[in-house]
């Protein structure tokens, strides 16, 4: 009988460690009616270690832990013999450096993912405009109507595009604008009385230079006629005889092509108006390089 209840207290012994709790099944007990072997360690008397003990006894168990397995060998399963007592059960505790489900960006793979699926919304984005740019820049511009259009020529160098603005734009509500832009040396202008001017432009398609002529209605001029190597004054004569209306005026163009000239009419206003009235700077005109080396000789 005493075998039996000391196997009983020991088997809820070894369940009490293996829980952690330590005082309520042996709160229960009387010690003083348990067996010497059974009782609480501090109750039994001390003894002093004797020398040369058993080699495969293990040491006592530290309270809160489980008595050490063989190696190989399947876990126990620790019962209760308690009368009326079930085994209590523990939610286990969540591993420590673990996010929880709902803070992806503490979690290095999702917050990967969420780049990634960042990267190829704007990638896709990215791709569309494209797409859009490539396709409207690739589209063909809208044909002028034939019959009911305008033709402005525009005089000036390609580092200005003046198609774009006036693509869209009407005269009269529904008269198109046809540009063609061209330089000085580009054209040449061949003006009748009866029929007015015809200018012949020399355009590049395909590498290969290709003239064709047309009709101006209207000039815009934003180069001028002349300058040290150049002399278009012929262009401006023929678009003139032809009476093409421009901007600025080809009269004033023409009379704007020598500087000299342009002063002289400046000084008439200056003797007009008086000095205090219309100032200018004062100048001196030299028909030649050489008039002006031989006045700077005769004062120096």
């Not at 072997?37 to 495969?56: E, F, H, L, S």
């Not at 992806?104 to 699926?117: F, H, T, Y």
């Not at 002028?144 to 774009?164: A, C, G, M, P």
């Not at 202008?189 to 007015?196: I, P």
Request: aromatic share 8%; glycine share 8%; with cysteine.
């Amino acid at each position: 009988m005493s075998a039996i209840l000391l196997l009983s207290f020991a088997t809820q012994l070894l369940f009490i460690f293996s829980s952690g709790d330590l005082s309520s099944e042996v709160d229960d007990v009387d010690p003083n009616s348990l067996p010497p072997a059974a009782r609480p360690i501090q109750d039994q008397p001390t003894k002093p270690p004797v020398a040369g003990g058993p080699p495969n006894m293990p040491p006592p168990p530290a309270p809160g832990q489980l008595p050490p397995q063989p190696a190989g060998a399947a876990p126990e399963l620790s019962l209760s013999f308690g009368a009326g007592k079930a085994p209590p059960t523990a939610a286990p505790a969540p591993p420590r450096g673990v996010s929880a489900p709902t803070s992806p960006a503490k979690s290095r793979e999702s917050l990967l993912q969420r780049v990634q699926s960042l990267t190829g919304a704007a990638r896709d984005q990215g791709a569309s405009i494209l797409g859009a740019a490539v396709q409207s820049a690739t589209q063909r511009a809208p044909a002028f109507n034939k019959d009911r259009y305008f033709t402005l020529l525009v005089l000036d160098d390609q580092n200005t595009d003046w198609s774009k603005y006036f693509r869209g734009r009407r005269l009269h509500g529904d008269f198109d604008i046809r540009v063609e832009q061209a330089e000085f040396r580009d054209i040449t202008v061949v003006s009748s009385a009866d029929t007015g001017p015809v200018v012949t432009m020399a355009a590049y398609r395909s590498g290969t230079r290709v003239a064709r002529s047309f009709r101006p209605d209207f000039v815009l001029i934003r180069q001028p006629p002349r300058d040290g190597s150049s002399d278009f004054r012929s262009t401006i004569l023929g678009l003139k005889y032809g009476g093409v209306p421009s901007i600025n005026s080809l009269h004033s163009i023409y009379q704007f092509q020598d500087k000299p000239w342009v002063f002289a009419h400046l000084l008439q206003l200056q003797r007009r108006l008086g000095r205090d009235g219309f100032p200018l700077i004062e100048q001196t005109f030299f028909p030649n390089p050489r008039d002006l080396v031989s006045v700077l000789k005769i004062t120096c």
